[in-house]
T-cell receptor
């Protein structure tokens, strides 16, 4: 059982570059989420999706974009990387919207923008 | 004001000690209260959750919620070195899609 798989695990970007963080789940979960985790700040929700073709903003969406063309995949796009986007990014999924009670998190992508 | 406040620690205890981890929250609309464990360089994993007020026990772990004081607690009995991790509290409103996390408390259990 793979669960939630994130790639890459690590990445260094230069300011202004773009990249896509990949997230895939094999549990047939409807709900998927992107969080970022910064030291001393806790995890913050960037975007979430309640099903294929449906996405919505979370607390900190600026500088990011998402799409959900399939149930399994939920990529996060950074268009113009900035140092403020240096963080650890976690993708999560849940079968229902009761995310706290059943969410599965991926292993994270550590991104550094220099 | 942050939605959820958590003492970041770090907290160091000897093996076998009882550990108490605590959070406070500000919004009385929160109905779900979760504790996650996060090992170094790994994703959070759900330990347990409670709905509304009360206690919940799972093996050596007990979660408590006191909605009157907006206080969340996690107790670990007979702590083990394998319990060494960062513990995150989180809250959620019923029907909402967002979790509000505390900053995490780093726990080390010394053999």
């Amino acid at each position: 059982n793979a669960g939630v798989t994130q790639t890459p695990k690590f990445r260094i970007l230069k300011i202004g570059q773009s990249m896509t963080l990949q997230c895939a789940q094999d549990m047939n979960h409807n709900y998927m989420y992107w969080y970022r985790q910064d030291p001393g700040m806790g995890l913050k929700l960037i975007y979430y999706s309640v099903g294929a073709g449906i996405t919505d903003k979370g607390e900190v969406p600026n500088g990011y974009n998402v799409s959900r063309s399939t149930t399994e995949d939920f990529p996060l796009r950074l268009e113009l990387a900035a140092p403020s986007q240096t963080s650890v990014y976690f993708c999560a999924s849940s079968f229902t919207g009761e995310v706290g009670t059943e969410a599965f998190f991926g292993q994270g992508t550590r991104l550094t923008v220099v | 004001q942050k939605e959820v406040e958590q003492d970041p620690g770090p907290l160091s205890v000897p093996e076998g000690a009882i550990v108490s981890l605590n959070c406070t929250y500000s919004n009385s609309a929160f109905q779900y209260f979760m504790w996650y464990r996060q090992y170094s360089r790994k994703g959070p994993e759900l330990l347990m959750y409670t709905y509304s007020s009360g206690n919940k026990e799972d093996g050596r772990f007990t979660a408590q919620v006191d909605k009157s004081s907006k206080y969340i607690s996690l107790f670990i009995r007979d702590s083990q070195p394998s319990d060494s991790a960062t513990y995150l509290c989180a809250t959620q409103k019923s029907g909402a899609n967002n979790l509000f996390f505390g900053t995490g408390t780093r726990l080390t259990v010394i053999p």
